[in-house]
């Protein structure tokens, strides 16, 4: 199986014992060599330290990696000053995103949308970073139309990004036609489709709802019906996100990042299967 652009979502520790955790996370999912990890950046920059200090070191460990960058609330000057920290440690790959507004957070800072970072970045470092940026195949909670929310996707495009990495979902469907409706607008950069495992239902439907994922009322229902049996929950999780990048890659899908809440177990286990 190809997929050059498999890769592992990670969130900057906040504690000793998350560190070291993550550590532990990373040498399992190291062995399953994807292209590479990205470490997420919170809402008005409140882990910038964190993500640059895991990126850095996911990096010393051999393996490309990428931080995400958000521009809520950033200047012009802040984002040059991380950008220059990115390029010092010698780092040519990001995730250039909006970003969400942090709880009572004015709107403050001097970028809006993500397309305008994709061309301050441009402008900046010209071709030094491969940039993603995101896409929202179910669409992004906040756009006024499907068709909105597209054409602020082929903004970023245009702006120069390198590829895309979807939000996770679990309809192919929706997948694929985003895709098409893309390609139709003029796109045709890589958009990989983002992969968030089925490991506990609780958290899952509390997630899709802050962003909007969808999750389709045959697996609602089913995971309901499993109740506090976390084993049957994972078994049907595995079956069904397996059986789903299964279809996303033979439909051409070219890649899967995996969205792992610094756990291994189930990103490994469905890797495995399709392998």
Same mark, same amino acid.
Request: aromatic share 10%; net charge neutral.
């Given at each position: 199986?190809?997929?050059?652009?498999?890769?592992?979502?990670?969130?900057?520790?906040?504690?000793?014992?998350?560190?070291?955790?993550?550590?532990?996370? +990373?040498?399992? =999912?190291?062995?399953?060599?994807?292209?590479?990890? *990205?470490?997420?950046?919170?809402?008005?920059?409140? &882990?910038?330290?964190?993500? =640059?200090?895991?990126?850095?070191?996911?990096?010393?460990?051999?393996?490309?990696?990428?931080?995400?960058? *958000?521009?809520? /609330?950033? &200047?012009?000057?802040?984002?040059?000053?991380? =950008?220059?920290?990115?390029?010092?440690? %010698?780092?040519?790959? =990001?995730?250039?995103?909006? /970003?969400?507004?942090?709880? #009572?957070? #004015?709107?403050?800072?001097?970028?809006?949308?993500?397309?305008?970072?994709?061309? @301050?970045?441009?402008?900046?470092?010209?071709?030094?970073?491969?940039?993603?940026?995101?896409?929202?195949?179910?669409?992004?909670?906040?756009? +006024?139309?499907?068709?909105? %929310?597209?054409?602020? @996707?082929?903004?970023?495009?245009?702006? /120069?990004?390198?590829?895309?990495?979807?939000?996770?979902?679990?309809?192919?469907?929706?997948?694929?036609?985003?895709?098409?409706?893309?390609?139709? !607008? #003029?796109?045709?950069?890589?958009?990989?489709?983002?992969?968030?495992?089925?490991?506990? *239902?609780?958290?899952?439907?509390?997630?899709?709802?802050?962003? /909007?994922?969808?999750?389709?009322?045959?697996?609602?229902?089913?995971?309901?019906?499993?109740?506090?049996? *976390?084993?049957?929950?994972? !078994?049907? $999780?595995?079956?069904?996100? &397996?059986?789903?990048?299964?279809?996303?890659?033979? $439909?051409?899908?070219?890649?899967?990042?995996?969205?792992?809440?610094?756990?291994? !177990?189930? &990103?490994? !286990?469905?890797?495995?299967?399709?392998?």
């Amino acid at each position: 199986m190809k997929t050059p652009n498999f890769s592992i979502e990670f969130f900057p520790p906040k504690t000793a014992e998350g560190t070291e955790k993550l550590r532990a996370t +990373r040498a399992k =999912l190291a062995e399953l060599k994807p292209k590479y990890f *990205s470490v997420t950046f919170g809402a008005g920059g409140t &882990t910038q330290q964190g993500t =640059l200090d895991t990126v850095t070191e996911i990096r010393k460990e051999g393996h490309d990696a990428a931080p995400h960058l *958000s521009c809520i /609330g950033g &200047t012009r000057e802040s984002i040059r000053g991380i =950008l220059d920290e990115f390029k010092a440690h %010698d780092i040519h790959r =990001l995730v250039a995103l909006r /970003g969400d507004m942090p709880s #009572g957070y #004015g709107m403050g800072g001097e970028f809006r949308y993500a397309n305008e970072l994709v061309e @301050f970045i441009r402008a900046e470092t010209g071709d030094w970073f491969h940039i993603e940026v995101a896409a929202y195949p179910e669409m992004h909670p906040q756009a +006024r139309s499907p068709q909105d %929310d597209l054409n602020s @996707f082929v903004r970023k495009m245009q702006a /120069g990004a390198n590829a895309a990495i979807t939000q996770y979902f679990y309809n192919a469907d929706a997948y694929f036609r985003f895709v098409e409706e893309a390609n139709k !607008a #003029g796109v045709t950069a890589p958009i990989v489709a983002g992969i968030m495992p089925i490991t506990n *239902s609780t958290q899952l439907q509390r997630f899709s709802e802050m962003c /909007g994922a969808e999750i389709p009322r045959w697996i609602r229902l089913k995971l309901s019906s499993y109740g506090d049996d *976390s084993a049957s929950i994972k !078994a049907f $999780g595995l079956d069904v996100v &397996t059986a789903m990048c299964e279809r996303l890659l033979a $439909g051409g899908a070219p890649g899967l990042h995996f969205y792992s809440l610094n756990q291994a !177990a189930a &990103t490994t !286990a469905i890797w495995q299967r399709l392998v």
